[in-house]
């Protein structure tokens, strides 16, 4: 289930930035009281009274034929179109402008709820001088200090009032959705196109031509799949056009729909630095995970290099060492039919269950075969395994001390788990909970 997205939105120097900062409790936008410092757009995860929620701090919205002004507005325009939820900034020290009175109008059209906020109101006297503000057409306007914290809470409790309609989605449950993430131009459309069979995506040398996610569904032996094809991520400071700046968040959207995440990694070019941090974001959200080396056609392509280039991956990649490695070529179509079932594999392992009495007699073997460690003189004391989640595999393991499950001894568990039931293609969690 995807987290709603909430941008903030406003004329320049309204306090969008201090706004921001606030709600994700660090400070990541740069703050300086100059129109226009924020530029683009900036992405971090919020919670507030337990949910959670994506949060994008925007450019100000500042009509003119500037390109700085053109390019901001553009932003704010993509950020606007993808958020669930609108929160409108504007300053009560000086009263309604007209550039606040253009950015109501662009927000009128945007057909989404808009949460109105004035800003700066650092002392309980300027409340009396907020009503003004209910001219803009927006209901109750919440009088709220970016600097000092004030007012936060009750802006938020709208907020999120608008959420319960936006978070259901409605998957089936016999249905794999997979989506495929990677920097620009490792060939994800190209295979979509070679798993469709058919040409459903643009396929194009550019780097950055496929701006959204496109979901196709189909059907493969009996098997209902929908594939999220997404934008490439690339470095930050490598992002030039402003639409292949949004494409991090909307790939982000598409890990979290998915059941079973496509690792794309470019053969010809080897593996990067980005790969990994490509690669994370779907470690980071528990999703299966099934490493992909394409373009396999355009080196040497024996078994031997495929050993080679598969032990690279496993150096690289340690936080993924239970996913498959498929190597295809989506361009000749060459073993891209060993893809579906790794696919569907990581799936059923992603959702699996084990019989705790079973679970229980394979963690007392391994801990006979390796005693439990000893800190300070105490020794730690298995009590009782147990399942209690899945997507992905989730394990309690109820102790004496919880801090003595050094996270070697937690490895050397997982790997005794797997080694007895598998879970290939998907993360499995383990905690360690003191018996009450």
Not at 139 to 147: K, L, V, Y
Not at 170 to 182: A, E, K
Not at 339 to 362: F, G, I, M, Y
Not at 419 to 431: S, V
Request: net charge negative.
């Amino acid at each position: 289930m995807r987290k709603s997205i909430v941008a903030i939105v406003g004329r320049p120097n309204v306090g969008k930035s201090t706004i921001f900062n606030r709600l994700v409790g660090e400070r990541i936008s740069i703050v300086e009281d100059v129109p226009g410092v924020t530029r683009d757009r900036i992405y971090a995860e919020a919670e507030w009274l337990t949910t959670k929620f994506n949060l994008i701090d925007t450019g100000g919205i500042e009509l003119g034929d500037e390109p700085l002004l053109v390019q901001m507005r553009e932003q704010a325009d993509m950020a606007i179109n993808e958020a669930d939820v609108i929160i409108f900034i504007v300053n009560g020290r000086e009263g309604i402008t007209s550039a606040d009175e253009e950015v109501a109008k662009i927000l009128y059209k945007s057909n989404k709820p808009v949460v109105l906020a004035v800003n700066k109101v650092d002392n309980p006297e300027m409340r009396e001088d907020i009503y003004e503000f209910y001219s803009l057409g927006f209901g109750e306007p919440f009088p709220i200090s970016g600097t000092h914290g004030l007012g936060l809470g009750d802006m938020l409790d709208k907020v999120i009032e608008y959420f319960p309609t936006l978070e259901v989605e409605q998957v089936d449950q016999d249905t794999i959705y997979f989506s495929l993430i990677g920097r620009p131009n490792v060939g994800k459309s190209s295979l979509v196109n070679a798993l469709l069979q058919q040409e459903r995506v643009i396929v194009s040398d550019i780097a950055g031509t496929t701006r959204d996610a496109i979901d196709t569904p189909f059907t493969k032996e009996g098997q209902d799949y929908v594939i999220i094809d997404t934008a490439g991520m690339r470095k930050r400071g490598k992002i030039y056009e402003s639409t292949e700046r949004y494409s991090i968040m909307r790939a982000l959207k598409a890990i979290e729909r998915s059941d079973v995440v496509l690792s794309l990694i470019d053969a010809e070019t080897g593996i990067i630095e980005q790969d990994k941090k490509i690669a994370g974001y779907a470690h980071q959200a528990g999703k299966a995970v099934v490493i992909v080396v394409n373009k396999w056609d355009t080196v040497e392509s024996d078994q031997k290099a495929m050993k080679d280039f598969e032990q690279k991956l496993r150096v690289h990649f340690p936080f993924l060492d239970y996913a498959p490695i498929v190597f295809l070529s989506a361009l000749t179509k060459k073993r891209t039919h060993t893809l579906l079932p790794q696919v569907r594999l990581a799936s059923e392992n992603h959702v699996k269950r084990v019989e705790t009495n079973v679970l229980n007699d394979v963690v007392m073997d391994a801990v006979a075969m390796n005693p439990t460690p000893t800190m300070n003189g105490k020794r730690l004391k298995i009590l009782y395994v147990t399942q209690v989640a899945v997507k992905p595999p989730t394990f309690v393991v109820f102790v004496n001390e919880p801090e003595l499950l050094h996270f070697s001894y937690e490895r050397f568990l997982e790997n005794r788990i797997r080694e007895a039931f598998g879970f290939e293609g998907t993360p499995i969690k383990i905690y360690a909970r003191k018996r009450s």
